[in-house]
Structure formats: C-alpha cells, structure tokens
C-alpha cells in the first residue's frame, strides 16, 4: 500500500504478565511476531527476571524486544478500580508507553475491563469520538467480518452506534484491506420499519453520511455467519450474546463432529476419508486466526489478545496491532470523523414515531 509507514520508536508496547499462560505465551508469541515483522522493535514490560531467561530460548524475540522491568502485574479477578491505582503495573507502563510517544500501540492478554478503564482514562478518546467500540474479526461464508460493539458499551444511543459503523468503516479498510466495505446495522429484521427508534435513526444518519453506497441496511442474526456485509454494527450488550453464541456453536459442532466420527468402526473409517476436509475446516475457523479484539476510538492503538490464548493466537494479535499502525489507523480514523461534522446537528432530532419491533 503506497500509504505504508513504519512507526518510529517502537512499534508496540507488550504487556508481558498479562494472560492465562504469561509470561510464556508472550515471549513466544513475540519470538513469531518478530520473525513477520523483522525490522520492529517492541518493548516487552514485565518482571524482568522472568523474561530474560525466556528470551535467552527465543533468539529473535530476544532481538527485536527490549525489556521495561516492573514486579507488578494486575491479576485477571481485579477491579478496575484496583487496576488504576496500581501506576507500576506491566499492563499500565504498556499504555503509558504509548500515551507518551514511544510506543505506536499497545497490546496485552490481560484483564479486558482493566484494560479497556486504563486505555480510555490514560490514551482518551479521539476528537470526535463520544466512546470506544470493541471490534473484532471473525469468519463467514463470504470471508472474514468485522464486528462491533462486542460488550464495550452495553446501552447505545445514535450518535453511538453512527460513530461504530464511521470507526468499522476504517478498521475494515485498513485490516482487511477492503476498498469499500459494506456495512450492516443488526436488527431484529431486515425491512426499513423494523426495530426501536435508535436503530432507525442511525440508519437514517448513515445513509445521509459519506458512508450512504457502503450501506446495506438492516441485517439480521444470520447474515453475521452468511458474510451479507462486511461489517456489522450493534451495541455493546447485543454484540457480546451474539458472539459467545457462535463461539459456543463453534465448539458444540466440533463436539458432535468428534461423536459422530468415534461412534462406530465405519464411522472412523469415513473420518480417515474426510479428515483433508477437515483439516481445512479446522484451520478455516481457527480462533487463533481471529484473535485480537481491538479497542477502536482511543488515541493509540489498543489491541486485546484472549488471556487463554497460545503463541500463534498472541502473535496474530500482534499481527492486528502493527496493522493498524503501520498502515495509519488512527490518521485514517480522523479523516473519516472529519466527513462527519456537518451532521452532528442529526445527533439530536426528534425521536422517529411509530417503532416497530421484530417478528
């Protein structure tokens, strides 16, 4: 891309303690991340005296990584609150990191609600943006789709869900590489008068946007796995059911599956025959492809890997973060609050009458 840039300083700021299985997994998965991005330098903050000797085993994460020694670490159960008072903590030093210009991004398997008070009240939002979204890759019959809010915000109002789609827009552009991607506001049904007034009126903010030929419309619960838009927009409360929902039938077809295929001899036989197929299934819906739920509308690109996740699954989370940096998401992301200006005035009309809700 013509607009590729490489970040100056270091490109991330790691959270090196935070997760089900650090400092290990991150240490490793950084040792992957370097050996895709060679030439970028991340300072890996934690308990140095747990980091060096992994670094010893992993030589390119050893090169490309520079330690920022801290003992503290903020513990998957703690409060938020608990979590700002403690100024020395690895996940904290990350994201000062980056407030202060050293690092581009930040990334870390932690504690998500700690991560996402610490980001907002240390990064702040961008101009513009009323509050940050959760976004996230997953897969459809069609390819992959971005979704947000996916529990960020759990209650939305229209200038909410307006800003999401604007902020959708540009993560789909610069991660997926989409031109034009088209964008999807979930409802309970597909026809113009279905849903609550939100949900009516943003479409209405939409289509009076810049984003107007990018705008499918109302997209129910099915079209998320049928890839109908590229980009789904919806509130924090309703994004989050949606998305443990298909985690959960992700993992009970995969349980009948292992069933069906050790029921019987022939059963196991016809698994030798189809196992290439499912092979590529397998890796097709891999979660460790998907991982990496970014925090989009903060001043500094902030990116949540699963704390339960292995080295592949942190490094692709790492994979999103120098994405979004090196290809410029957040000068992207103020181009695109910069169309929007003029209707704000939108944000603020008469509720719509005649609500209809879905069938």
Known sequence: ?????????????????????????VVHGMDVASERHPHARFLLVGDEAKLAPLLAKHKRAAKSCTILHTPDSITNDAKPATALRMRRSSMRL??????????????SAGNTGALLTLSKIVLKTLPGIDRPAMAAIGPSARGDVVMLDLGANVACDVRNLFEFAVMGDVFARTVLGLTAPSIGLLNVGSEEMKGDDTLRRTAELIRASHLSPQFHGFVEGHDIAAGTTDVIVTDGFTGNVALKTGEGALKLIGQLLRQVFSSSIAARIAYLLARPGLDRLREWLDPRRYNGAVMLGLSGVVVKSHGGTDAQGFAHAVDVAMDMVIYRFNDRMREGLGKIGALQAKLIEVPLEGTVTGS
């Open 94 to 107: 990350a994201i000062d990191a980056v407030a202060a210009g050293d690092a581009s991004g930040v990334v």
């Open 1 to 25: 891309m013509a607009d590729e840039v490489q970040p100056a300083g270091y490109a991330l700021a790691v959270d090196a303690m935070g997760g089900d299985h650090a400092p290990d997994i």
